[in-house]
């Protein structure tokens, strides 16, 4: 049972996050990311299978694969995502609503500290570089 939380962000307005939640027998993961001209991307489901390793995080579900890999301890992970999200205009509508424009994400990031992202976002067909800052926590 744990928490894994990444947030990250660059100088050219694109950020996000994403969070794995563990329990017994169930398991939830959320993202979101922001890329500026296109919205805000939410990926949310609050029922996949819990992992079977804490060492190579791995949810799959409908629509939704994602791995959180510790490459080395306290110091780099790795975070893959492919998943369909629901697209909004801004971060209000994304908190209020679940209706909007289904549309591919995926994430093929790296942590490293001190609190260093990079890596790329993909919203649809566009690659967005990230080389920006972040932070990620385990409880």
């Not at 947030?7 to 939640?21: N, V, Y």
């Not at 629509?63 to 697209?87: I, K, M, N, Q, Y």
């Amino acid at each position: 049972m744990g928490v894994w939380s990444l947030e990250f962000a660059d100088d050219q307005g694109l950020s996000g996050s994403l969070q794995l939640t563990v329990e017994i027998s169930t398991a939830s993961f959320h993202a979101q990311v922001v890329v500026p001209d296109v919205g805000v991307i939410v990926v949310r489901d609050d029922e996949v299978a819990p992992p079977k390793r804490r060492d190579l995080l791995v949810v799959r579900a409908e629509g939704l694969w994602a791995e959180l890999l510790c490459e080395t301890p306290d110091e780099h992970w790795s975070f893959g995502l492919e998943a369909f999200g629901v697209r909004f205009d801004d971060e209000a509508e994304a908190a209020t609503s679940d209706r909007g424009e289904r549309i591919a994400v995926g994430f093929d990031l790296e942590w490293e500290t001190p609190d260093r992202v990079v890596g790329e976002v993909l919203v649809g067909r566009a690659r967005h570089a990230l080389d920006g800052h972040g932070t990620f926590t385990v409880s």
